[in-house]
């Protein structure tokens, strides 16, 4: 059975870097990430809401003809709200595909410093943009972001995401089986 799998988590907590390590593990499988695809569209800063609105709009498509051909998708974004991934869910069960919604869950100090890590020396071209949006100032606040999301989804799985990306990845992989 095809997967969806949303990696949830504040910035800097290892997303997008979890996502593409799944993603290479299998043929054909997609790490897909929603920022790149905002960033990719002309002027975007001119407008981040519409632009992140088409992005998302975006995704969808592109999430439903890799389900459809029967390919993994993994989606490793930032969402404190719960359209989205309802959204995201309604995709994978239109394809008859597995959703798994993972959140990782970072504490504001490791939170802080990978944001500070990240923002002196950027690894991709998005870090520099997301240097200019958060900071390690923003890492309390963005970490308790999360936290409606226990309530608001008790189906999602928490992930200790506080070590290592590597060990974060050992862990979600035993969870996906």
Do not use: C
């Amino acid at each position: 059975m095809t997967r969806l799998v949303l990696i949830n988590g504040a910035p800097g907590s290892g997303k997008s870097t979890v996502a593409q390590s799944l993603a290479g593990a299998q043929a054909l499988a997609l790490a897909l990430d929603i920022d790149q695809l905002k960033h990719a569209l002309g002027e975007w800063e001119q407008d981040p809401v519409a632009s992140g609105l088409q992005a998302r709009r975006l995704a969808l498509a592109v999430i439903d003809e890799q389900l459809g051909s029967g390919h993994d998708v993994f989606v490793g974004q930032y969402l404190a709200r719960t359209e989205f991934i309802e959204a995201l869910q309604d995709a994978a069960e239109r394809r008859s595909a597995a959703f798994h919604e993972l959140i990782l869950d970072v504490d504001a100090d490791v939170l802080a410093e990978r944001l500070r890590g990240r923002d002196e020396t950027p690894t991709r071209p998005e870090h520099a943009v997301n240097a200019r949006l958060v900071g390690p100032s923003d890492a309390s606040e963005l970490a308790a972001s999360l936290d409606i999301l226990r309530d608001a989804r008790p189906g999602a799985l928490w992930i200790d995401g506080n070590g290592p990306l590597e060990q974060t990845i050992t862990s979600i992989e035993t969870v996906l089986g």
